[in-house]
């Protein structure tokens, strides 16, 4: 046997087994004779092939391709008037921060520049915790009932038989659920191709509650506005980029941040009282809505800034585990039923894709002590030591949450199985104002062409009909400019209720 004098790499390491030991040569196995078969007493070469074999962990069922990057969360202004989180007691203040942008539909390995939403979810480690606001780049979302979501992500992936992506249940799905229109008005203009992951604006989407110490409590929308604005891409260009550099978004951000441009957005919230919110013309919980922000201002918050790209992808990115549950005191969920299936879905797949102590992974660990009788599963990194594992009158935990936590916010009586997708022209006013007051003269034509390129695949006369209807709903004129660019004939809008059936939002008595 050759003698075991390792040579040393840059960073003084030497080439080892997992277990510490110097091996000499690491493309050899061990063998009897010149030709002979392997040894199993090659602890080595097992030990590298079982870790190969077991290289890969399952990728996130939707958002699985993207980028991430560290850096901190800046508090600029005092809002400690809205809440009595512990990060935002004073201006100055400042919290490590995690982003990972994504795609949604596409596999881990697919283009950075295909035409989907991008995921923005950023973590926040407080001294109260971890923070995670879990959003995207577009402020609404295709549905407001969250038993849709498995359904609705099946016909934006792959067709089970052909194992291709499908237009026709694409545009099925979307064209029965008219819900989704206001998110399609976005998706498909060319915000949906955003020019890079860090180019883009980033929405919370969902409304939370900024609680102050005393109970009182505020709705709240949290706006990240990218500094310098959002760059987006045509169609042609964002598709030419998926063939030629389908790793684009990860390149363009990890080079800005190694040059220092380091990509800032600041951070903004809108607020509603509860009774403001009872007032308002929409369901504050639908999220196919937005604040419009003539009636409620955004106001300064903070600033987010990526100034340091991951050491190691895999340990600071891939193993990052975001989920809008993940809150600290002052900052609380709304009865937003998509946002509470969120709250479970997010740690339920952590457990599945990176084990049940998720959050002991250093990316994922907080910076301030855990304390709890949570022990042992796979992978007890931290298993907290000599603590007792029950609540001990020997040893006992302080506990130290605020107060508010036991007030009482909202009281509903009602009836199960309220319809949350009910369509009114309600769902239509705001896909319109984008479409006659906000979409440019350039944005429609680019709009009109991006969908006509996408449904003009469609098979089903149907699905095409119905989607035209939708759009008619919409605005007839943008209907017939896509049936024009088509070869299809114009088609009525899509009967709906009356606005004044639709959902009305209250905080207390009898929904
Ligand atoms: C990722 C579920 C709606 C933003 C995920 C993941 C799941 C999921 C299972 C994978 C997480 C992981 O493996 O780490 C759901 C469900 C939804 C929903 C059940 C609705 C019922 C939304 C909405 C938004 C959103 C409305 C934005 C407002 C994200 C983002 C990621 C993600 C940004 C990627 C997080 C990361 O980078 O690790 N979602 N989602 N999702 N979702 Fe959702």
């Given at each position: 046997?050759?003698?075991?004098?390792?040579?040393?790499?840059?960073?003084?390491?030497?080439?080892?087994?997992?277990?510490?030991?110097?091996?000499?040569?690491?493309?050899?196995?061990?063998?009897?004779?010149?030709?002979?078969?392997?040894?199993?007493?090659?602890?080595?070469?097992?030990?590298?092939?079982?870790?190969?074999?077991r290289e890969r962990i399952p990728e996130r069922v939707v958002h699985a391709k993207g980028a991430g990057a560290?850096?901190?969360?800046?508090?600029?202004?005092?809002?400690?008037?809205?809440?009595?989180?512990?990060?935002?007691?004073?201006?100055?203040?400042?919290?490590?921060?995690?982003v990972r942008f994504s795609t949604v539909g596409g596999e881990s390995g697919s283009a950075d520049t295909a035409?989907d939403p991008r995921g923005?979810a950023?973590?926040?480690?407080?001294?109260?915790?971890?923070?995670?606001?879990?959003?995207?780049?577009?402020?609404?979302?295709?549905?407001?009932?969250?038993?849709?979501?498995?359904?609705?992500i099946?016909?934006q992936k792959r067709?089970?038989?052909?194992h291709?992506k499908?237009?026709?249940?694409?545009?099925?799905?979307?064209?029965?659920?008219?819900?989704?229109?206001?998110?399609?008005?976005?998706?498909?203009?060319?915000?949906?191709?955003?020019?890079?992951y860090?180019?883009?604006?980033?929405?919370?989407?969902?409304?939370?509650?900024?609680?102050?110490?005393?109970?009182?409590?505020?709705?709240?929308?949290?706006?990240?506005?990218?500094?310098?604005?959002?760059?987006?891409?045509?169609?042609?260009?964002?598709?030419?980029?998926a063939?030629?550099n389908p790793e684009y978004g990860i390149q363009?951000m990890f080079?800005?941040?190694?040059?220092?441009?380091?990509?800032?957005?600041?951070?903004?919230?809108?607020?509603?009282?509860?009774?403001?919110?009872?007032?308002?013309?929409?369901?504050?919980?639908?999220?196919?809505?937005?604040?419009?922000?003539?009636?409620?201002?955004?106001?300064?918050?903070?600033?987010?800034?990526?100034?340091?790209?991951p050491?190691n992808y895999f340990a600071e990115v891939e193993q990052a585990a975001f989920?809008?549950?993940?809150?600290?005191?002052?900052?609380?969920?709304?009865?937003?039923?998509?946002?509470?299936?969120?709250?479970?879905?997010?740690?339920?797949t952590h457990?599945h894709r990176l084990?049940?102590?998720?959050?002991?992974?250093?990316v994922?660990?907080?910076?301030?002590?855990?304390?709890?009788?949570?022990?042992?599963?796979?992978?007890?990194?931290?298993?907290?030591?000599?603590?007792?594992?029950?609540?001990?009158?020997?040893?006992?935990?302080?506990?130290?949450?605020?107060?508010?936590?036991?007030?009482?916010?909202?009281?509903?009586?009602?009836?199960?199985?309220?319809?949350?997708?009910?369509?009114?022209?309600?769902?239509?006013?705001?896909?319109?104002?984008?479409?006659?007051?906000?979409?440019?003269?350039?944005?429609?034509?680019?709009?009109?062409?991006?969908?006509?390129?996408?449904?003009?695949?469609?098979?089903?006369?149907?699905?095409?009909?119905?989607?035209?209807?939708?759009?008619?709903?919409?605005?007839?004129?943008?209907?017939?400019?896509?049936?024009?660019?088509?070869?299809?004939?114009?088609?009525?809008?899509?009967?709906?209720?009356?606005?004044?059936?639709?959902?009305?939002?209250?905080?207390?008595?009898?929904?």
């Amino acid at each position: 046997m050759p003698s075991t004098t390792a040579v040393s790499t840059k960073d003084g390491a030497t080439y080892t087994t997992s277990t510490g030991a110097p091996v000499l040569e690491p493309y050899a196995v061990q063998k009897l004779g010149q030709t002979g078969p392997l040894l199993l007493q090659d602890f080595h070469h097992i030990d590298l092939i079982a870790h190969f074999d077991r290289e890969r962990i399952p990728e996130r069922v939707v958002h699985a391709k993207g980028a991430g990057a560290h850096g901190y969360f800046e508090v600029t202004h005092d809002i400690s008037d809205l809440t009595c989180a512990n990060l935002f007691s004073k201006v100055g203040n400042k919290a490590p921060a995690t982003v990972r942008f994504s795609t949604v539909g596409g596999e881990s390995g697919s283009a950075d520049t295909a035409r989907d939403p991008r995921g923005f979810a950023v973590k926040i480690k407080t001294q109260e915790g971890i923070l995670d606001l879990v959003g995207n780049n577009t402020p609404v979302f295709f549905l407001r009932d969250p038993s849709k979501f498995p359904h609705f992500i099946h016909t934006q992936k792959r067709d089970p038989q052909t194992h291709l992506k499908d237009a026709d249940m694409f545009w099925d799905y979307l064209s029965l659920n008219p819900e989704s229109v206001h998110q399609v008005m976005i998706l498909f203009s060319d915000r949906g191709t955003p020019d890079g992951y860090h180019n883009m604006h980033g929405y919370v989407g969902h409304t939370l509650k900024f609680v102050q110490a005393d109970g009182t409590f505020s709705y709240v929308q949290i706006h990240f506005r990218k500094e310098g604005g959002w760059k987006s891409l045509t169609n042609d260009v964002a598709t030419k980029l998926a063939g030629e550099n389908p790793e684009y978004g990860i390149q363009t951000m990890f080079e800005d941040i190694e040059k220092g441009n380091f990509p800032t957005w600041n951070v903004y919230v809108q607020t509603m009282t509860p009774e403001q919110a009872e007032k308002f013309r929409y369901n504050i919980l639908d999220l196919t809505k937005v604040w419009p922000h003539g009636e409620y201002p955004l106001r300064p918050v903070g600033k987010l800034v990526l100034n340091k790209n991951p050491d190691n992808y895999f340990a600071e990115v891939e193993q990052a585990a975001f989920s809008p549950s993940h809150q600290v005191p002052g900052i609380e969920p709304s009865t937003d039923p998509v946002l509470q299936s969120r709250f479970f879905s997010y740690p339920d797949t952590h457990r599945h894709r990176l084990g049940v102590n998720y959050n002991q992974l250093p990316v994922n660990k907080p910076i301030n002590p855990v304390a709890n009788f949570q022990r042992d599963g796979f992978m007890a990194i931290d298993n907290q030591g000599w603590r007792p594992n029950y609540q001990s009158s020997l040893i006992p935990l302080e506990y130290k949450a605020k107060p508010y936590q036991q007030a009482k916010h909202e009281e509903w009586l009602g009836y199960a199985g309220a319809d949350l997708s009910f369509i009114t022209e309600l769902d239509f006013e705001q896909p319109r104002a984008l479409w006659e007051k906000v979409f440019s003269d350039t944005d429609k034509d680019h709009y009109v062409s991006n969908v006509a390129g996408h449904l003009g695949s469609v098979k089903s006369p149907e699905v095409k009909k119905r989607q035209l209807s939708v759009f008619a709903a919409v605005s007839q004129d943008l209907s017939d400019r896509i049936a024009k660019a088509i070869g299809h004939e114009s088609v009525p809008p899509l009967k709906v209720a009356p606005a004044s059936e639709a959902i009305r939002f209250k905080y207390k008595g009898t929904a």
